[in-house]
């Protein structure tokens, strides 16, 4: 069992830092994808989550694009499967109801397509390789439900 954690919402000006090393060491590390990818300037006007312990040590992060686009979903290996991509997927979600958005959509890697199924999501389309990852696009329709999408407590 792990220990508790808190899902914030940020911005990259604020944690851009801390996120960086996160989103390194899953993507460009540990999954071989192309540092020039996983950084491609679409941070700064993203608005960012980010999960951390009680001693605010950061074990997950993700992103929401202006346009519903939810991505940069990455869990430090040893916290995975413990719900905290389920709870930074959901603030991520609410979020963009928040927005008012009618639908997110997102590239999912094939092995997590059931996760994202579990998430609502539907698979769109046909698999694309994405930094040469299998991939395939899934799309959430959304109902605004007047949740307030972001924890406030400190990071």
Known sequence: MISPFQVSCTTWAAHESVLT?????????????PEALEVNGEDVDAVHVMAVLPNNTL????RLLAGGHIGRIAVEEVYRRHGVGRAMLT?????????????????AQ?????????MGFEPEGEEFLDAGIPHQHMVLNLQRDGKDACIKGPL
């Open 110 to 118: 094939v092995p997590a397509i059931p996760f994202y199924q579990g």
């Open 21 to 33: 090393d996160l989103r390194h060491r899953v993507f460009v590390i540990e999954q071989g994808v």
């Open 59 to 62: 074990i997950g992060t993700g």
């Open 91 to 107: 603030t991520l979600i609410d979020m963009a109801r928040q927005q008012d958005l009618a639908t997110v959509h997102l590239g």
